[in-house]
């Protein structure tokens, strides 16, 4: 299936959005109610070979404006190189799109209890593990201090003091507020509301990621990322540098099969590193092992 397929969306509340970057996401879409399977799991997804909450359609949960990764694009679509990859296994299903951008810390529930199909950008924990099943990574992040170029950098040292910007739910908060202190360490819903807070100078800077900065950089040229080095912030190495999946309810790897196999043609015909070229995010050490992680569920 070769054209777009229609879209309708949840209504999940929208959160506030970095303003140049708002313009990359079409603000009036119809909602349409979540027709979810909740905890009691979901249905058939017809002639596809995994269950979909709803019947012909893909739901998928994201955090909004999440730009390189994730955002509702113009025409109710999904723009970024995450976004690419469903896309393209909607396409590749004949399914269409349910879209459910939510704060993040309740993206995993949402999958958990099949109101959405699959959830996107997430690192791996042992304890999200428990609660989904992963799919094999699609890009390597790795962790750094996204600030205004004006402002001083020096190192993780040069924050100390300083308010310092994360999302609720966020793999390295507790080494943010083991260096910074609790008091210091802001939690914010949502990654544009966190980016929004660094361009107002409200804190000094908002720990992103290689995979995440791209996009609010090129809105915004004032910013820049500081990536963090081996040992820098107490950081184990697989969270400084941390590979990004989506993921799906534990009694649901036949999707998870399925996200793999469209990412293994991307990656294959070349189509992949493109999309991520496009994005500012290419690279060679940007992409990760075929190897999914330990998986947990059940």
């Not at 590749?92 to 309740?106: D, I, N, R, Y």
């Not at 300083?162 to 609720?168: L, M």
Request: proline share 5%; net charge positive.
């Amino acid at each position: 299936m070769n054209r777009r397929s229609p879209v309708t969306r949840s209504t999940a509340r929208r959160r506030t959005a970095v303003p140049a970057l708002a313009g990359l996401v079409v603000l009036a879409l119809t909602a349409t109610a979540c027709a979810g399977a909740g905890s009691s799991g979901g249905t058939s997804g017809g002639d596809t070979p995994f269950k979909t909450a709803q019947k012909g359609y893909l739901t998928v949960t994201y955090s909004e404006n999440y730009l390189p990764k994730i955002a509702t694009g113009e025409g109710g679509g999904l723009a970024g190189y995450e976004g690419y990859l469903i896309t393209k296994l909607a396409e590749k299903e004949g399914l269409k799109l349910k879209l459910m951008p939510t704060e993040f810390a309740s993206q995993v529930l949402f999958v958990s209890q099949g109101k959405a199909d699959i959830g996107t950008g997430t690192y791996y924990t042992d304890k999200r593990a428990e609660q989904v099943f992963y799919t094999r990574p699609n890009i390597n992040d790795r962790l750094g201090a996204l600030m205004l170029k004006s402002a001083e950098w020096s190192g993780p040292d040069s924050l100390k003091g300083k308010p310092v910007a994360s999302v609720t739910g966020y793999t390295y908060n507790d080494y943010l507020i083991k260096e910074y202190g609790e008091s210091n360490v802001k939690l914010f819903p949502s990654y544009a509301e966190a980016a929004k807070a660094t361009l107002n100078k409200q804190v000094a800077a908002f720990m992103g990621s290689t995979g995440t900065a791209p996009g609010i950089i090129r809105e915004h040229p004032e910013l820049t990322l500081h990536p963090l080095q081996k040992g820098e912030l107490g950081l184990p190495a697989n969270i400084l540098v941390s590979p990004t999946h989506q993921y799906v309810r534990c009694d649901n790897k036949e999707l998870a099969n399925a996200v793999d196999a469209v990412l293994d043609d991307l990656i294959k015909s070349g189509q992949w590193k493109k999309e991520l070229d496009r994005w500012g995010v290419g690279g060679a050490e940007y992409l990760p092992s075929a190897d999914r992680p330990a998986q947990r569920c059940g």
